[in-house]
């Protein structure tokens, strides 16, 4: 059976659960023989093809491909080992023609891309389910409620760096793209209908065209706990153990939150212990497996102590955009003004063609053009602006008249 009888069979009321793959689960590709025959085999397929990733988040360190899956029309189904077959080009290669449907496409872009993966064409279906205002998209809620049919994500978040991995783990894999192509179809369909399909194209082009991610800028200030931490020295303490304890992890390849954790990091900035002995006692640094790293946190808390105090770190991080909204009404009454007209604006044409308002515009370009508007703010001033922040030109043809109206009506006028 096809994957699109087995949607067409699909009971109406009650979603069947999809239990086993249409063809039976595939050996997974761990050779270069395996490999070559899997590319002949997509080369050969006809229509779009699904993929999906699996990493090791919460476990190890990097956030590469630990299994991949692909499914095509006329090629089956194909689990391949990237521990086992790290140069995926010339898979790239046979599909450079063809349409890769992914779930949540900006999640494992990245890692596809590190194994030789890139797509030319994209759909992707959860993007695509925002877009239509789906009240759940994540995909076994889109399947259950397009397909009817009910995947088992019980195994999401298990450490797919084990090896051999284990039968239901590759079973559940499979299934992740069995019905994909079948989703992406009816998402298509409702697009079209609901004329948005014009808006997905753009924002699947937009999802191929960023750059790799880059590092965010002082990541050690994401230690959850951090906003109890009282003065600028105790910040140098978590900037240290956080910067050492990122070293551990990634030379030993473990999720950090595995080396040491944020908790025990904050006890450590909040106590300033003056010892190795005094660190040593505390609070998750007393285990057999952080004891093994003490010199290094040890070492860590000796920097914190010794940075003069002219470049201890800020209580915020650096940032070029404007202040947190909050404070706007106490700092500029006229760009609190703009910003909430701005808001509202967004929100009735967010509810006119049914989208929710953040996909509408991003938050970030909004709360930038409201603190720091044209001079004239005319709807072409307006759309430039938006251009220059990313924004998508459906975007810029939806909100630029409602946007420079908001703004108009709240402008300073010349100084």
Known sequence: MTDSAAVANAPADEPAPLLTPTDGLP??????EALAETVRAFAAGTGPVAIDAER???????????????????????????????DLSELDAALADTEWVLHAASQDLPCLTEIGLSPRALFDTELAGRLLSFPKVGLGA????????????GHSAVDWSTRPLP??????AALDVELLVDLRDRLADQLDRDGKREWATQEFAALMAQPPRESRRDPWRRTSGIHRVRNRR????????????????????????????????????STRPTSRNQLARLPGFDTRTTRRDLDLWWSAVQQAQQVPDRDLPEH?????????????????????ARLTACRTSLHELAGAHKVPVENLLAPDAVRRLAWDPPVEPTQAAVAEALIARGAR?????????RLASALADHHPGPS
Not at 27 to 32: I, L, M, T, Y
Not at 257 to 266: E, H, K, P, Y
Not at 316 to 336: E, F, K, L, N, Q
């Open 27 to 32: 050996p997974v590709v761990e050779s270069a």
């Open 167 to 172: 039968e239901p783990w590759l079973v559940y």
């Open 316 to 336: 915020t991080a650096p940032y070029d955009g404007p202040p947190p909204a909050r404070a706007w009404a106490d700092r500029d009454p006229s760009a609190a």
């Open 142 to 153: 889109m399947v259950e409620d397009l397909l009817g049919y009910r995947l088992e994500k």
């Open 56 to 86: 090791a988040s919460g476990y190890r360190y990097s956030h590469r491909a630990y299994l991949v899956q692909l499914r095509r029309e006329g090629a089956g189904t194909a689990l391949i080992d990237p521990t086992r077959c790290p």
């Open 234 to 269: 105790e910040l140098a303490y978590v900037r240290a153990l956080w910067l050492a304890r990122d070293q551990a992890a990634k030379r030993r390849d473990l999720s950090p939150g595995r080396v040491l954790s944020d908790q025990s990091i904050i006890a450590a900035a």
């Open 393 to 401: 030109r459906w975007q810029v043809e939806l909100t630029a008249e």
